[in-house]
């Protein structure tokens, strides 16, 4: 798909104006409801999204978590110190409208807090992934048609949080909250979410190359589906079917409309920032001939059998969920690119290994 530069340039002219709103005070109209909402998490990347929109619509919200991350990020909000791991004293006696849970990654753990929780909390969201999908998913394939990925030892939390586990776990965490909520429960399903706040170097590789002007060498066909959602249209969303009551079940919560598509992708951010960079597309033969630093080369990754940039977004669009232009979530990566340090994640290759594949590239090339 081709982005729209008219929609997109509306929004980018004024990319160095950091003054601008934040994406979650967009707020398309008052709120339904006040509501008191409880976030499990809310200190990490998309819990600050969610918390502020929250505030911005005038709802109450209370965070738990260990206060191990960013601990005085949110002062004048009510915190609750504990663990997920048997540890839910601060949760007892009290009630909420609502629960978000950002931070269960271990069956176990959802099952805790969504019985502690249960009779006390109306509606559960749980924060899953599109991970929790076998490889067998298609791109015909909607939420009920999907098949869950299965792991051997539904019991065993050997694995890393991010290992190979992670998705069939999320597929188990999001059959415990169903199984103790049923029509309560919401399973929200994001892919590759990118934003202020990122905290890997998916989207923001491409941004720190744009500002800096360099030739920018981008691997594989440049028809390449890619799915970017930001963190702050999704945590909006997810407040706004909070306060709508009527959400239920699993939701793909992925962007945009369409999938991007990769060369009018960049060519377009080029265009916004402003940049005078030049993108060089490599084939991805020429580059393992070439090199084995190829792992986990930002969205370009992770394009085997199943369609991991191509998953169907239906039900979660017709549900509110809508999109800025992605102009808008570059501006507000720019405006914090200074001192970012990634946790995680790879954008693409070093400078040094990147300027070394292009002038090899172009050598060979003539």
């Excluded at 911005?56 to 504990?82: C, Q, W, Y």
């Excluded at 540890?87 to 629960?99: F, I, M, P, S, T």
């Excluded at 298609?138 to 051997?152: K, L």
Aim: proline residues 5%; aromatic residues 10%; contains cysteine.
């Amino acid at each position: 798909m081709k982005i729209s530069r008219r929609n997109f340039l509306r929004s980018a002219s004024a990319l160095g104006a950091v003054a601008a709103l934040p994406g979650w005070a967009c707020s398309q109209g008052p709120a339904r409801k006040t509501l008191d909402i409880l976030i499990l998490g809310g200190t990490g990347f998309i819990g600050p999204h969610e918390i502020n929109y929250a505030l911005s619509r005038g709802h109450k919200v209370t965070i738990f978590n260990r206060g191990k991350t960013a601990p005085g990020m949110f002062p004048d909000v009510e915190t609750l110190i504990g663990d997920r791991d048997d540890q839910l004293d601060a949760l007892k006696g009290r009630d909420w409208d609502a629960v978000i849970d950002n931070s269960g990654f271990y069956p176990r753990h959802a099952r805790l807090s969504a019985e502690l929780l249960h009779g006390h909390v109306g509606t559960y969201m749980f924060v899953s992934s599109i991970s929790a999908y076998a490889e067998t998913l298609s791109v015909d394939d909607d939420e009920f048609s999907g098949a869950y990925g299965v792991m051997d030892d539904p019991t065993d939390e050997s694995d890393s949080i991010y290992g190979s586990t992670y998705g069939p776990r999320k597929a188990l965490c999001e059959q415990e909250v169903a199984r103790v909520y049923g029509d309560d429960a919401i399973n929200i399903r994001p892919g590759i979410i990118t934003g202020k706040g990122d905290p890997s170097e998916r989207l923001r590789h491409w941004l720190t190359r744009m500002v800096a002007g360099n030739e920018i060498l981008v691997p594989g066909q440049d028809d390449l589906p890619v799915q970017y959602i930001d963190a702050a249209d999704m945590c909006g969303w997810m407040v706004r079917l909070l306060e709508e009551g009527t959400g239920s079940g699993p939701y793909n919560a992925v962007g945009a409309e369409e999938p991007y598509r990769a060369r009018p992708l960049l060519e377009d951010l080029v265009e916004a920032t402003g940049s005078t960079s030049t993108l060089t597309w490599v084939d991805w033969e020429w580059i393992r001939a070439n090199t084995s630093e190829t792992a986990n080369y930002g969205p370009w990754y992770g394009q085997g059998p199943m369609p991991f940039m191509q998953v169907n977004n239906d039900r979660a669009m017709a549900a509110g969920l809508t999109f800025r232009p992605i102009a808008d979530t570059a501006k507000d990566m720019i405006a914090n690119l200074e001192g970012h340090t990634p946790k995680w994640g790879k954008g693409g290759f070093d400078t040094e290994t990147e300027a070394a594949l292009l002038a090899k590239w172009h050598e060979e090339k003539g």
